[in-house]
């Protein structure tokens, strides 16, 4: 491994460093070393605490005194990440200011972008002048630094910046490259609620006067947006400034080659005609010797595939040799664009291909490729026969649990929308379960062959299969096949009689979910095979087909609260809705086919709830109702770490203080916490229990139980006292003393508030939800404001 010069560097000795800020004769280079590792720290996300920050702050202004231009580069990024407060800005508020008049162009710049950053509105009329200055400034060092900083200060002081626009204005027309860029950014932010104000900045610049590549870039994005904005407005074919991007694809700089060819296949109801050049300029591209203009063309002839597949099939050739690139990013996204603008006649050529290719790239790109193949088949159904079959041969490879499913979902898509290929489908199904080593795709596949089986020609060859999995499988396929047993049975006449006899091999299983799930088909089928006089309801429920999405159903069923009104299956709504942004953290696609993977690992609450039914003082508390985030009762860096979870009962509160002693010179015993009560007048404490011992970094528990009034959300404060024996601890042989002292240790308050009582519920419909609440739910109330002169008021 290579070495790291900062491995192993710690906050405290780093700080015990940052004394030579404090030498009569400063060091630079030394100085800088210091600096960086402080930066680097806090780039760790090391944090620091107020007097630290202090302290490392006061003795880094301390460097201005040093004329070194690097280790003045150094004061000022460090001035900038500790971020000072008001009161502590005034101490190098004076130094910037000084630097920023300096005749050292590389002091302004820096000085610019410090003082705009830790500065308040009230300084920055003060410094208005030489900002803007510095925005026309002849150095595009100090002119870019200006403008940076008029961006950001865009945000928080936008009436001050909107009065530099003449300036502004002037360095759009600068020579230099990134002045251009960045006045150009600046310019259209100021300008950007004005609608009419962007169009003329536009119209304006696209007419020659931009000569920097990034500003051209910027100008083609703006450009875009504008064809956007006046599309409503203008007549089918009419499409303004449409010639500007279409110059931009003879530029001489790749960039803004790309950026007008990107922007002309995004324009919105754009024409063959219209395509035609871009394409013809990203066809070049893919024979690149740049992977970076590779991936670029590809990624971007990908996305216009999916709307006009026929303007891409000119670049089939060349994308065919990129599948043997070695960026395995190109070779995928060639691949997939080949399969949604390949004819039919091109599919078995691209299949031989795709094959030697598959075995190269990460089961993420693989499911990209499965995707596009479950598409190419939707497209040429004539062709289901060898795409089934090269999806069956991949199905065995080798591959994680959500490649297995973007496959199996892929052919159970073919298999209800192609019939052709209902019989072969089922059969490569069959054949991946007795290999299958996912229990969740086993019994999701077993319920499609149940719905799908019986309806085949011969159902009968997919009853071995069927019952493989009852002796062969763990309980929940066994069940799931039981259960698929049965629909043939209700479903297909002649198998009755045979799966009659299957089923009641099954009543000596040694699960009971199966033995269960057994008896009650056997008794809804009766003893001759033929199926007995059971309610309409019960038949359909057992061996219908349930046209519910599942994850639908679980919602409904756990926000369903016990009433006289029985759970009403019609209320659960048939659209799946999109999975919320918190849930949103696996990637990958979503599930299409069988549904979503299983239950990821129990939850905290359900280790909570253990942990506290094992203590025998809590036993008897009932169900725990919930458990708080842990709430630091002790600051950082101190000689004892507490924090406290509060746990809920119905009748009871459970503390859980979960302590860390941090000095490895002394073992704690006998651990308890004192907790005041006198202003929580609804609690009373009931119960604790103490820790017995608690050596150097390794953490303990010590609890305090209170009992409240039942179903109350009683609410209070409460005062934290640790109590404990010290003992001494020989560093060299970690023995500890007999003899210890009794000691305290003071801890911060603690709160019992209303939120602690509250549960976040998910309501999978919330109009239903909403309009299922009685008026006991409803509260009508008025609100005076006080008289105002005027509505906006």
Known sequence: ADYSPFLGIEKGAVLQEARVFNDPQLDPRRCSQVITKLL???????????????????????????KDIGLRRMVYVMIKELSPSADEVIIVTSSLMKDMTSKTDMYRANAIRVLCRITDGTLLTQIERYLKQAIVDKNPVVASAALVSGIHLLQTNPEIVKRWSNEVQEAVQSRA???????????????????????????????????????????????????????????????PFYDFLEGCLRHKAEMVIFEAARAITELNGVTSRELTPAITVLQLFLSSSKPVLRFAAVRTLNKVAMTHPMAVTNCNIDMESLISDQNRSIATLAI????????????????????????????????????????????????????????????????????????????????????????????????????????????????????????????????????????????TVRAGAVSTLAKFGAMVDTLKPRVFVLLRRCLFDNDDEVRDRATLYLNTLGGDG???????????????????????????????????????????????????????????????GLGAPPAGPPSTVDAYEKLLSSIPEFANFGKLFKSSAPVELTEAETEYAVNVVKHIFDGHVVFQYNCTNTIPEQLLENVTVIVDASEAEEFAEVASKPLRS?????????FVAFEKPEGVPAVGKFSNMLRFIVKEVDP??????????????????????????????????????????????????????????????
Not at 195 to 205: H, M, T, Y
Not at 694 to 702: A, E, K, V
Not at 733 to 755: F, H, I, K, R, S
Request: charged fraction near 25%; aromatic fraction near 8%.
């Open 530 to 592: 033929a199926v007995v006089e059971t309610g309409e309801d019960v038949k359909e429920f057992l061996f219908g087909s349930l046209d519910i999405p599942l994850v639908n159903l679980e919602n409904s069923l756990k926000n369903y609260e016990p009433s006289e009104e029985a759970f009403d299956i019609n209320s659960v709504p048939k659209e799946v809705k999109t999975q919320p942004l918190a849930e949103k953290k696996a990637p990958g696609k979503k599930p299409t």
């Open 694 to 702: 608690l050596p150097y970094d390794s953490p303990g528990q010590t």
């Open 177 to 239: 490259a990134l002045v251009q860029f960045h006045a150009l950014a600046l310019l259209h932010q100021i300008r950007q609620n004005d609608r009419l104000a962007v169009n003329k900045l536009v119209s304006s610049l696209t007419k020659g006067s931009v000569r920097s590549p990034l500003a051209q870039c910027l100008l083609i994005r703006y450009t875009s947006q504008v064809i956007r904005e006046s599309a409503n407005n203008n007549q089918a074919g009419d499409r």
């Open 732 to 793: 060299s042989t970690g023995e500890a003393e007999d003899d210890g002292v009794e000691d305290e240790y003071q801890l911060e308050e603690l709160e019992v508030v209303a939120a602690d009582y509250m549960l976040k519920v998910g309501v999978s419909n919330f109009r239903n939800a909403w309009e299922t609440m009685d008026a006991d739910c409803e509260r009508v109330d008025e609100y005076g404001l006080g008289p105002r002169e005027s509505l906006a008021e």
């Open 336 to 475: 997939t664009t080949l399969l949604k603008t390949g004819n039919e006649s091109s599919v078995d050529r691209l299949m031989k291909q795709i094959t030697n290719f598959m075995s190269d790239i990460a089961d993420e790109f693989k499911i990209v490729v499965v995707e596009a193949i479950r598409s190419l088949c939707l497209k040429f159904p004539l062709k289901h026969r060898s795409l089934m079959n090269f999806l069956s041969n991949i199905l065995r490879e080798e591959g994680g649990f959500e490649y297995k499913k973007a496959i199996v979902d892929s052919i159970v898509i073919l298999i209800r929308d192609i019939p052709e290929a209902k019989e072969s489908g089922l059969l490569h199904l069959c054949e991946f379960i007795e290999d299958c080593e996912f229990t969740y795709l086993s019994t999701q596949i077993l319920h499609f062959l149940g719905i799908e089986g019986p309806k085949t020609s011969d159902p009968s060859k997919y009853i071995r299969y069927i019952y493989n999995r009852v002796h062969l499988e763990n309980a």
């Open 40 to 66: 680097y720290l806090l780039n760790q996300g090391e944090t620091f605490t107020k007097v630290e920050a202090t302290e490392v702050f006061f003795a880094v202004t301390k460097l201005f005194q040093s």
